[in-house]
Structure formats: C-alpha cells, structure tokens
C-alpha cells in the first residue's frame, strides 16, 4: 500500500514539475515571426505597463518578436510616457517625430495599436500634495497632430490599425478628435461610463470625488445612491446620469453581447460582463461592421432616463472596417487593461490552464475578460494580419522575381 502510494505521489510530483518545462520548452522552440508593432501609450503611470501589458503578453505568447529574436518588453517597447524613480519621468512620444521620420516609421511597422491617450496629470504624478510649484493640470497627453499623420501613413499602407478607449476622448482637441473620426468612419457621442459595485460615498472610498461634485451641481441634488450601479459623464460641462440597481436597473452590470460575427470570426463568447470604463460611439456602417454591442439591463424607469438625456440603450463595443485590406479594429472600453503576469506568456497552450487565472463569477475581476474575450479576439486578429503579411511579402518576392 505505501509502495503504491509512493509511485502515485513520484507521478504526480514529476507531471506537476515536468508539464510546466515542457509548455515553456514547447514554447521557446517555437520559430519567431518578425512583426514590429507600433504601439502608443501615454498613460503608464508605473513600470508594469498595465495599460498596454495584454497586448505585449500576446505578442510573446504567440512569438511575435519587435527584431529578428528580441521580444517586446512592456517596461520599454511602447511610445509615450515613461515613468522613473523620485517622480521623475521621460517623454518618448510621437511628438518628436519629424515628418519624415513619422514616414519612415509607418515603413517600418506592421501595425499600430493605441492603447490610451488619456495621459498623466499632475495631481495624480506627484505624490506629495500638490503645491504652487508643481500646480495642477496635465504632464502628457491627447491624440497630437503628429500621432494623427502617423495614423494616415499607416492606413494609406493599408496596414492593421488598432484603437481602444481613451484614444479621442478628453483631453484629445475636437480638432483631432474629429480628423480621427472622419478618417475611421466613427463619431463619439461625448459620453463615457463605468459600473461601480457600489454607489455610496461612506462605504466605496474610491469613488472619484469629481463625479459626485459634478452631479449634485448638475442636479442641483444631493448624492443619495446606495446600490451598485452604471455612472455616464459627458464631456460637454461634466453632466453625470446615474442609473442605480433596483431603481433604474434589473442588472447593474454592462454586458457586452458578440453575435454570429464575433463568435464565428473571432471566437467570443455570446455574453461577456464588462464593468470598467467605456465610451460610446456612433459608428458610420457604410465604412464599419459592429462585431460586438455593449447592452444594459434596464427597467422602465432606467429607459426613461437614459432617453431623458439621449444616451442609447445599445451600442457598439467592437467594430471593425469593412474593408479588409486596410483593417481597423476600434474598442469602446479599456480591453487592453487587464491584472496579468508576463510569466504566463512564455508557456505553450496556457490556456488549457483557465480555470487556474480567474473566478468568473466576481464581476470586478478583469482576469476573466481577457482569457475568455480579450484574447482569443486579439489572437485572431494578429493571426490574420500576420498571415497576410506574409502573403503580401511572398506574392511581391514573386513579383519582383
């Protein structure tokens, strides 16, 4: 019996150390693929890159390499803000590009991903109060004139264009905002959202205290929400719409809902909860197709107040062009923002592992949204692009031949 034992628990012990080797060894001998992917972030406030980190994990799960061996680092491989120690910090943006260099890079990249324009304020940089010396305002930030003429180069290429929220909203200029907008074929209504787990002031300390001020000046009321709940803020003199569980709505949490599209071509879930920041955009269908649509589960006076103030009941979460040979892909909510670590990307079929990463029943857990939505609709994404960049190169290596 104790033999038998034994032998069991030797098993075990070698298949528990012996899998995790082999999934890394699997993966590290998998050939790299050279794929240089610009990508923009100018809202990292700590080295762990969190704005942009799903997206660098995917590329080196999947061995896309910025060189012919070197992988992408999310401490370094990104245009933007860089922070340091002691508060100190580097900008490495687009904005020192010449326009001949802002070419050249569109040369060189395959594919451009904005991450987050939102930027760095200096309330929220400065750990100490902020004094006289340092005042308030923005360090870095918003779509600038030059990150839009690299957005045209690159889709003059006809290259893979990727862009999520906050890329035109505040502080990005209605200027810019609205050249992005013509050349993707999509408005912004001004309105962004988020759920909040819970909407009182005494128990939820995070809450952010210009919301709250902004609606008892806009209403002229009191905050007297208790409940979880959905906060909409328009740009346009701070308006803030609240609709509260049990009052407003039958379920507090944003669902986005993917149709025969997105579950077919990009393998999403039928039904994902979504509850972080969002915007919500009008999209022109005669240049995009909605792959995935953001819905509310809203009661009759929930209707009733998001028509008081003209925010839709539905509206898209993804979409993409219509025309594939200069794809587009634009997400209505901060999907690239995700709590991973980079460890897990340098084992081959991770994924069989799901249920290790995340408890899908805590709504506020956005471990689940990247394993069950994030990635595989990023993976097939990059496996198209990739492919038919390959094709493209083998068909003009033929031509020129």
């Known amino acids: ?3 038998s034992f034994n032998n069991k628990l030797f098993w075990f012990l070698s298949l528990f150390w012996l899998g ?3 999934m890394f060894l699997f993966w590290f001998f998998t050939p790299s693929t050279k794929w240089v992917a610009a990508i923009i972030d100018k809202s990292v406030l700590t080295p762990a890159g969190d704005k ?3 997206f660098t994990w995917l590329l080196n799960q999947k061995r896309l390499t910025k060189t012919s061996s070197d992988r992408y680092k999310t401490n370094y491989d990104y245009f933007g803000f860089f922070p340091k120690e002691n508060e100190k910090f580097r900008i490495k943006g687009l904005e020192r590009f010449s326009s001949d260099q802002l070419k050249q890079l569109s040369e060189d990249s395959d594919m451009a991903y904005f991450t987050d324009t939102y930027g760095v304020y200096k309330q929220e940089w400065y750990h100490k109060s902020v004094s006289q010396s340092v005042g308030y305002g923005m360090l870095y930030g918003g779509l600038s004139n030059q990150d839009i003429e690299f957005l045209q180069h690159m889709k003059d290429k006809k290259k893979l264009i990727i862009a999520e929220f906050n890329t035109i909203g505040s502080p990005t200029t209605a200027e810019n905002r609205g050249k992005f907008e013509e050349m993707f074929g999509m408005r912004w209504t001004g309105w962004t959202a988020r759920f909040f787990d819970n909407l009182d002031t005494t128990v939820n300390l995070a809450l952010p205290h210009w919301m709250v001020k902004n609606y008892t000046a806009t209403h002229q009321s009191p905050w007297k929400f208790k409940n979880a709940g959905i906060a909409f803020v328009h740009e346009e003199g701070g308006q803030v719409v609240i609709l509260e569980d049990k009052t407003h709505l039958k379920d507090p949490i944003p669902y986005i ?6 579950q077919s071509k990009f393998g999403l879930p039928e039904e994902m909860k979504y509850p972080f920041w969002f915007d919500i955009i009008v999209p022109d269908t005669r240049m995009n197709e909605v792959v995935s649509l953001f819905s509310l589960k809203y009661n009759v006076q929930g209707l009733a107040e998001l028509k008081k103030y003209g925010i839709p009941t ?3 979460a993804v979409i993409m062009a219509k025309n594939s040979k200069a794809p587009f892909y634009y997400f209505s909510g901060d999907f690239c923002d995700n709590p991973i670590h980079e460890y897990a990307s340098y084992f081959k079929g991770i ?9 899908y029943n805590d709504p506020m857990k956005r471990k689940s949204f990247f394993w069950k939505f994030y990635r595989p609709m990023m993976s097939h994404i990059l496996d198209d692009a990739v492919k038919k960049s390959k094709l493209n190169t083998s068909v003009n290596t033929i031509t020129a031949d």
């Open 257 to 262: 809902n993917s149709g025969e599209l997105g």
């Open 52 to 54: 942009h980190i799903s």
């Open 314 to 316: 539905t509206f898209p």
């Open 20 to 22: 995790p080797l082999l």
């Open 1 to 3: 019996m104790q033999k």
């Open 351 to 359: 994924d069989s592992f799901l249920s290790l990463f995340y408890t």
